[in-house]
Nanobody
Framework: EVQLAESGGGLVQPGSSLKLSCVTS????????MGWFRQGSGKEREGVAAIDRDGSAVYADSVKGRFTISKDNAKNTLYLQMNSLKPEDTAMYYCAAGPCGTMDAGTNPAYVADFGYWGQGTQVTVSS
């Protein structure tokens, strides 16, 4: 069974940083591609960043240069470091995993894998 548990969300001011964590299992990290998605109020779910088993990553244009996805295999944890946060980054953030597809530098993070496993989400609110 694939389990994903996010944490690290909160209320921060514009320009601040926040680091999200997603604890999973060794099996999940070694088997699947993983990603971060978000869904703001009244908005469609958006793929934010994704990472393959080798550590290569892709990002949505809206977060390039500000967000960094990474994983610590020793801790079985996926991270999303978010810098220079903006009010438009406000959303519920979800960790996801699934069988890898094809990924190159221009791939939309949402299509890196067949994301069939999801966490419960962690809320990020950026407001002054």
């Amino acid at each position: 069974e694939v389990q994903l548990a996010e944490s690290g969300g909160g209320l921060v001011q514009p320009g601040s940083s926040l680091k999200l964590s997603c604890v999973t299992s060794e099996y999940t990290e070694n088997t699947y591609c993983m990603g971060w998605f978000r869904q703001g109020s009244g908005k469609e779910r958006e793929g934010v960043a994704a990472i393959d088993r080798d550590g290569s990553a892709v990002y949505a244009d809206s977060v390039k240069g500000r967000f960094t996805i990474s994983k610590d295999n020793a801790k079985n944890t996926l991270y999303l470091q978010m810098n220079s946060l903006k009010p438009e980054d406000t959303a519920m953030y979800y960790c996801a995993a699934g069988p890898c597809g094809t990924m190159d530098a221009g791939t939309n993070p949402a299509y890196v894998a067949d994301f069939g496993y999801w966490g419960q989400g962690t809320q990020v609110t950026v407001s002054s």
